[in-house]
Every structure is written in C-alpha cells, then in structure tokens.
C-alpha cells in the first residue's frame, strides 16, 4: 500500500515553539502524574474541571467488566457544568456561541443567554413529561437550539440521542424505535448548500410508516422555525419551539445526578447491519472531554475563539462541540452550513470574522481545500490561528504540511487525534505544547490513557512493528455499553482480547522506532468515508432491498478526497432483468442508498456484476473486490470457490 509506504517513510519533526510551550495548559508534568498514579491522576481532573453537587470518593469500580463504573457515588449535574457555573462565576457576558447561519445570517449567544434558553427549555421538556432516563431523539440543524436542545435534556437527566440531520427518514426511524424515544426536537428544515433542506418531513414519515411490531413511543414533536418551509403539523402532538420556550419560566435549578446517568446514545456503523447505540453516561464523560478539549486543543477560554467544524449528529461534535468547550467556558464558532457555501473560501472568511484561534476539523475537508488551491485560503487574515487539530481518519503527510504552512502560517502545531464514537474522548494525539509533532502520526496517548499495539495473541510488537490498536486499562469517557444489546458490547469489543482484558478498537497501527502511534485505517469491515464510519453490511442491505437487486457486496476504496469512497458490487435478479433494462439502473441504485440511509453513504461507484467471489464457505472475499475498485492487480485468488470469477468481474467493470 503506497499511503502505508510514505508513511513509512516520513522523517519530519516540529517541536513546539519556546512561546507557545511558555503558555501552553497540556504540560508534561502531567504525563509524570498520570505515569504514577492513574487513576488518581483522574480523579485530581475530575474534582478540578467539574462541579459535583456531591463529591465522589470512589474513583474506578472495574470489579465487573468490562462494565466500568467512574466516581460512581458522585453527584453532577451535566449542564449546570457547561451553563449555570460559568455564569455565577461572572462569566455570564462571555459569549458562548458564534453562530452563523448558512445564507449569512448570525448570532451571539452568551453563556447567560444560553442558561436562560436552557432553563426554559428544561422546564417545556418537564411540562413534556420528559424526565430522568428518558429518550430523546434530536434532528436539528447546526443551530443555537441543537445545543440547548442537548444540555436541556442533560439538565432534567434524560438521554438524548442526536441523529444527523443528513439521515434518511428510514435512518432515523430506526435510531428513534432502538432507543424508544419520547420525544423528538427537530426544525422545519435547515440550510445547506444554498438552500433549505428539510427536516420534519423526515421526521413525519419517520413516525408515520412504523414497520409492523414497532411501538409508539413518540408522544411529541417540539420544532424549530428555522427554514420557513411550508411543514404539515399532527395537532397536540408538534409544538412550536418558539411558541413554548420563550413562554416558559427562566427559574429552573439544576437537580444532581449520580455520575453514571445516562447522558447520550449515539448510533454509530458497525460491522453488522444494525447501528450500535453506544452509551455514555455524566460524571467520566464530561471529565474526559474537558481535560482533553483543554490540554490537546490548548483553550485559553478567556482569549480564545474555538472553533470545531463538526456536525452535532456525530460524536466530535457532542465531546468537541457541546460537551468539553462549554464545560471549559470557551468561546466557540458554529457554522449551519457547508464549507463552500456560498462561495469556497467560506470557512476561511469565518475563521477571519471572529479571528478563530482554535480550529478542529476532519483531513477530508483538508484535502478538499488543498484541491481547490492555497490561493483561496490566502485572500484571508487567518493570522488569529495558533493550534489545529485534526480528527476522523488518518491525516496523510503531504494534508498534514499543508494544513500547516497554509492555514498555520508554518507555526501553529497540529494536534492529530485518535479516538472513536465509543471512546467518547480523545486517546491519542499530541500535547501542542510538549510533544515534537511528526506528520501523519498519532503519536503519543494523552496523560492517563494506556495504549498498546498488540499482535493477534495479545502480545505487544515491539518498536517498528505494527498489528492491532487496544486499549488496555479503562478510561472515564469509555461507553459504558450498546443500548440494549450487553452481549454485542462484550462480544464486539472485549472477545478478541479476553484474556488480557484489553479493549479492541478495530484499528490498526503502528509503532515507529520512538514508540509513536502511526494508524493504519480499519480492519474490519467498516469504512472511513470522510471521517464518517460507515459498515458495508449496513450499505449491502439497503442495495438488496431494492427490487432489481439479488445480492451486493461493498467495500471501501482509497479515494483522494473522501479518504475512502464507498464501491458497491451488485447482481441484479433476472426477473427484473426480463422485464427492465439494466441502463441508468447503476445511477438509480446509488440514489436508493442515499434515499435509504443517507447522502454519505451514496456509492460511488455501483458495478453490475453476474458473480461474486465467494470462498468455498460461502464468504465474500472483499479484499479481492477492493483490488479491482482500486485498479490494482487482483491478489491472491486461490481460495475462492471460483477461481475464474475475478477475471470475469475485472473485465465487466472495465
Ligand atoms: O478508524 C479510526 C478513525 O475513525 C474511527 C472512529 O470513528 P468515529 O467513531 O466515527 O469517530 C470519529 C471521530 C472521533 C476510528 O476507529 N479515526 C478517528 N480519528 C483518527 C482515526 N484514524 C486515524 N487517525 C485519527 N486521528
């Protein structure tokens, strides 16, 4: 693999400036604390970012795992956190929220604005019937509400699961009947590339055609007015946002809960069909995401305008977008739309309107821009940068120097952080103040996180070496299960390595001769595509729901912008063949998935295909598909039942 050769192959280091090491908050003290003690490390960051109603003084419970229990006898009040504290500290003029809305509109929110929305809206959601444990599902735009939204359902001590606004109908039926939701907060619609997108049809559809045994559980839909699209309304069940919050009262005090509530489910692909809900919960959550949104992203939340460009609907934007900057009082930028809208230097125009000192964003978007030509980032003052970061999927060298020099002013070191949906926070990633950063590494797990490369015994491979990424000792953010499904949390991510106990995150890496983490993509059966973890099952059985379609295989294939790029293979059922004509049908296909689950999940490629390459156990062979949507070389055929079938797939998708 050539990414994996110039990997390899990379030598190039940038220590940290003398100045920003001088006033850095991540310094290397706390390696040397966290090296001693660990869990006593977490504990010292838990009493000093969070307020807790009442103190814990437990720290880890790991005598049932991988079941972990962190401060359990503590009490916190998640949003009182990221609100209220802020604002009887004096803080209340602080602005929270930078919002700009796609067409150009915009609003500053203040952390005592917030507050006041928040209670409001914790006090509709208790008029709503909605209390501690229950599920609420949020389909909303990247607007001020999507964020109040969360933190209102956090206050009352309820769940939310945020469902991405760019999910199909379907998708998200299935998310709201997984988690047996209550109620739904969504708008009528948002804008995006240009124009409004709508959103409560979907959610209408979504609880209109349940599928036969599915319960109803949706007693309200509370909607933003955002799009001024025309919307159908089910009288007593939708609410208008802007009819009931601003009615309701401000006063609303903010109740203690034990620090393993619940705090969010969020979906995320598997290697089977259905999205897993991982669980998180209140007190070693929003510990984790403060320490690291503070140590890795250097905030300073007096001067510093953060800005993370992650959507809501996915988990750097709970932990990186609500959760760590608002729990650290920082000033933050949230953007409704698109990079390119309505022209392409959009973000760049942003980062220069509220001098953004802190940019997070995902290697995809990187390349993008790297595409379209340094010439547009350079016609603006992006001399406010001093740290990116970058998450999502492997940052290769040559986004990585560029990400630097252009939008860095070859000064601003870059922080490449490796986590996942269920590790809730940041593990690995470079402190920007101590660590000497190499392009397209990793490197090092943050203070109080323990990482190993293992070989598929379990045993570590030793420097130079690469095999599977595993977590070994439990951390406070980790998902605390699968909503509903105890079993598939162990069998997924405990199984391989029972023995040792290690957590195994699907990922493999490397080891370089300085012990650095260099991540090499998944090796299971789940795609990268722009950041966005997508399971080839879930594709395959939305491609076989389709009438014309008998059976698909997908895989995911390197694609120089959107890391990986979906490729489905299809065989289409000769009744339909009789009666239709295969033309235009690949384009019809990739529609259907997009209808399905989602735009990010639109192949882009579909072949039709007469077979498969199956082993003699019936298994498609992926590997060999990938080979041929790469344009390389077919590898190693001769366990397949059929050792002529690659040659005819080669030469139908040529
Ligand atoms: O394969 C890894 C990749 O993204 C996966 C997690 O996806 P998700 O749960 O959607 O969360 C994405 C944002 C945290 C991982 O298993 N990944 C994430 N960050 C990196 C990465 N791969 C390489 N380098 C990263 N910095």
């Known amino acids: 693999m050539s990414q994996i050769d110039s990997l390899l192959h990379e030598d190039r280091h940038f220590a940290p400036a003398a100045s920003f090491r001088a006033q850095a908050v991540g310094t290397a003290e706390l390696y040397e604390r966290a090296a001693a003690d660990r869990e006593g490390f977490w504990a010292e960051q838990a009493r000093e970012l969070v307020h807790w109603h009442r103190p814990f003084t437990q720290v880890l419970d790991w005598t049932n795992p991988p079941f972990a229990e962190w401060f359990a006898d503590g009490e916190l009040n998640v949003a009182y956190n990221c609100l209220d504290r802020h604002v009887e500290a004096g803080n209340g003029a602080r602005v929270a929220l930078y919002w700009e809305g796609e067409p150009g509109d915009s609003r500053q929110v203040t952390y005592a604005e917030l507050t006041d929305e928040v209670k409001r809206l914790a006090n509709v959601l208790g008029d709503l019937g909605i209390g501690r444990g229950d599920r609420v599902a949020i389909y909303l735009p990247m607007i001020p509400e999507a964020v109040a939204a969360m933190l209102a359902v956090a206050r009352v001590g309820a769940i939310h699961s945020v469902v991405f606004g760019g999910f199909s109908a379907d998708s998200l039926r299935a998310r709201i009947d997984d988690a047996g939701a209550k109620l739904v907060i969504t708008a009528d619609g948002g804008w995006r590339k240009g124009k409004v997108s709508p959103l409560k049809p979907a959610v209408d559809q979504a609880l209109a055609d349940r599928g036969s045994g599915a319960q109803e559980t949706v ?65 070693g959550y929003l510990t984790q995401a403060t320490f690291t949104n503070k140590v890795v992203h250097d905030i300073h939340p007096e001067t510093d305008v953060y800005w993370c460009t992650a959507d809501i609907g996915w988990i750097t934007g709970h932990s990186y977008v609500t959760y760590g900057p608002l729990s650290n009082g920082a000033s933050q930028v949230l953007y409704e739309g698109t990079p390119e809208s309505p022209e392409p230097g959009r973000w760049w125009a942003l980062v220069e309107k509220y001098k953004v000192s802190v940019l997070y964003t995902a290697p995809t978007a990187i390349r993008s821009f790297m595409k379209q030509g340094r010439q547009i980032p350079q016609q603006y003052d992006l001399s406010s940068i001093r740290v990116l970061g970058s998450v999502g999927e492997p940052i290769n060298p040559e986004a990585w120097i560029w990400y630097r020099e252009i939008i860095g002013a070859d000064e601003a070191p870059i922080v490449d952080t490796w986590w996942q949906t269920e590790t809730g926070a940041i593990m690995i990633s470079a402190l920007p103040g101590v660590t000497e950063t190499k392009p397209g590494s990793a490197q090092v797990p943050i203070p109080g996180v323990s990482i190993d490369v293992v070989d598929e015994s379990g045993a570590h491979v030793g420097n130079g070496n690469g095999g599977l990424l595993v977590i070994t000792e439990p951390w406070p953010s980790m998902l605390r299960g699968i909503w509903g ?16 106990g290690y957590y195994f995150a699907g990922d493999g890496a490397r080891l370089d001769e300085d012990g650095d983490i260099w991540l090499l993509g998944r090796v299971d059966d789940v795609m990268n595509v722009s950041g966005h973890r997508l399971s080839t099952a879930e594709i395959e059985s939305a491609l076989v729901a389709n009438e014309a379609v008998a059976e698909a295989a997908v895989v995911g294939a390197s694609d120089e912008t959107t890391g990986q790029a979906v490729v489905a293979f299809v065989i289409i059922k000769e009744n339909y063949l009789k009666q239709h004509s295969p033309d235009g049908l690949a384009g019809t296909l990739r529609g259907w998935v997009g209808e399905q689950i989602g735009p990010i999940a639109r192949p882009r490629d579909v072949y039709i295909v007469g077979e498969l390459p199956k082993t003699r156990s019936g298994k498609i062979m992926r590997r060999l598909l990938r080979d041929v949507a790469e344009g390389r070389e077919v590898g190693d055929t001769t366990t397949l039942a059929d050792t002529a079938v690659m040659s005819v797939i080669s030469a139908q998708v040529r």
């Open 219 to 283: 007693e309200h839909v509370l909607v933003v007015k955002r799009g001024d699209n025309p919307v159908d309304w089910a009288e007593g069940r939708d609410i208008w946002w802007h009819e009931a919050v601003p009615a309701a009262s401000a006063d609303h005090e903010a109740q203690p809960f034990p620090a393993e509530n619940p705090l969010f489910i969020l979906y995320t692909s598997g290697t089977t069909g259905k999205p897993k809900g991982i669980l998180h919960t209140s007190g």
């Open 485 to 500: 499904d105890p079993e598939r949390f162990v069998e997924t991510y405990w199984e391989k390595f029972a023995d040792q």
